[in-house]
């Protein structure tokens, strides 16, 4: 089946640095959207990127599709303790009717002060 | 305009019994799916609800099942529940036919057997 792999798990950064977490797919995806988990919260979405090669900003949020659609990147410049959570990936496959998205495992971010 | 509401927030249960979770999907939102969390990990899907049928069906066994209604409500059912089930059920709406099945999650409830 279809898997999402994502690295790092931890990221522990000082405030004012980037960041960046990377995301996997084993097989190719019709696109794929990122979501954000702060601590004791839910996933909260984020963007969606379908075309080969986008790339989105969001303020200081630099998102990144692959050319092959198997591979994306979340970039934060100058870290804030705000962006404190877990980043998730989330691939998505169009079979027909069916919508699943595949979740990878996350990258906790922890931002020191 | 309300989110996607789950109850109960908490629950706890012994080995062997049944539970029951209940989502109402976001206004205007058709689709329903549910997620299994456990502790640090992602999201993992259980299944989908569309038009009251199960639409896809994650790698889950059939102790766990679910349900749809006329007004997109949805539950979700475990029966003979493990101690591995223990974890955060996460319910999120979403609407067929816009572009890309995005996700709106609900809070979530938090299941640990015992």
């Known amino acids: 089946g279809q898997q999402v792999m994502q690295i790092p798990q931890y990221q522990h950064v000082q405030e004012g640095e980037d960041f960046t977490t990377y995301c996997n797919s084993s097989?190719?995806?019709?696109?794929i959207q990122w979501y954000k988990q702060r601590p004791g919260g839910h996933p909260v979405f984020l963007i969606q990127?379908?075309?080969?090669?986008e790339v989105k900003k969001q303020k200081r949020l630099t998102f990144q599709f692959g050319e092959a659609k198997k591979n994306s990147s979340l970039h934060i410049t100058a870290t804030q303790t705000t962006d404190v959570g877990t980043y998730f990936c989330?691939?998505?496959?169009?079979?027909?009717?069916?919508?699943?998205?595949?979740f990878g495992s996350g990258t906790q971010l922890t931002v020191l002060p | 305009d309300a989110g996607v509401t789950q109850s109960p927030t908490h629950l706890i249960k012994t080995r062997g019994q049944q539970v029951t979770l209940r989502c109402s999907p976001k206004?205007?939102?058709?689709?329903v799916s549910w997620y299994q969390q456990a502790l640090g990990q992602g999201p993992q899907f259980i299944f989908q609800?569309?038009?009251?049928?199960?639409?896809q069906r994650g790698n889950f066994p059939d102790r766990f099942s679910g349900h749809q209604f006329p007004n997109y409500s949805s539950e979700l059912n475990v029966n003979a529940l493990l101690l591995g089930d223990s974890a955060l059920y996460l319910c999120?709406?979403?609407?067929?036919?816009?572009?890309?099945?995005?996700?709106?999650f609900g809070a979530g409830t938090r299941l640990s057997v015992l």
């Open positions: 609800y569309y038009e009251e049928e199960e639409r």
């Open positions: 206004s205007g939102h058709d689709t």
């Open positions: 999120a709406s979403s609407l067929a036919h816009a572009g890309g099945h995005i996700q709106y």
């Open positions: 097989t190719t995806l019709s696109n």
């Open positions: 989330a691939g998505q496959i169009s079979s027909g009717s069916a919508r699943q998205l595949t």
């Open positions: 990127l379908v075309k080969s090669g």
